[in-house]
Nanobody, 124 residues
Framework: QVQLVESGGGLVQAGGSLRLSCAAS????????MGWFRQPPGKEREFVAH????????HYADSMKGRFTISRDNAKNTVYLQMNSLKPEDTAVYYC?????????????????WGQGTQVTVSS
């Protein structure tokens, strides 16, 4: 089993930045592929970013490219999401996800383990 705990969410003005963290426990972190998803109000959960076990391969949803950066620190069992140039449409609950081998990195059904989510609100 893997436990994931997100932190770092909050209220920020448009154009601002936030860094989300997701701490993992219960399994060797470096064996896990990690993802970030988000669920805007009234919408389905959507893919944000993905990182492989070593941190050498990342993927982003098109709307996040150039603004968001996913990274990981295997020594700290933590994955991060640096979010810059935030927009009101980035308002959502952000979830961390993990899986030993997600078959489709952008598909929420590919991930076995999920955190409880952290709220990000961007004001205009």
């Amino acid at each position: 089993q893997v436990q994931l705990v997100e932190s770092g969410g909050g209220l920020v003005q448009a154009g601002g930045s936030l860094r989300l963290s997701c701490a993992a426990s219960g399994r060797t972190f470096r064996t896990l592929f990690m993802g970030w998803f988000r669920q805007p109000p009234g919408k389905e959960r959507e893919f944000v970013a993905h990182i492989n076990w070593s941190g050498g391969n990342t993927h982003y949803a098109d709307s996040m490219k150039g603004r968001f950066t996913i990274s990981r620190d295997n020594a700290k069992n933590t994955v991060y999401l640096q979010m810059n140039s935030l927009k009101p449409e980035d308002t959502a609950v952000y979830y961390c996800a993990a899986d030993p081998n997600p078959y489709l990195y952008y598909s929420r059904s590919s991930y076995t383990y999920w955190g409880q989510g952290t709220q990000v609100t961007v004001s205009s």
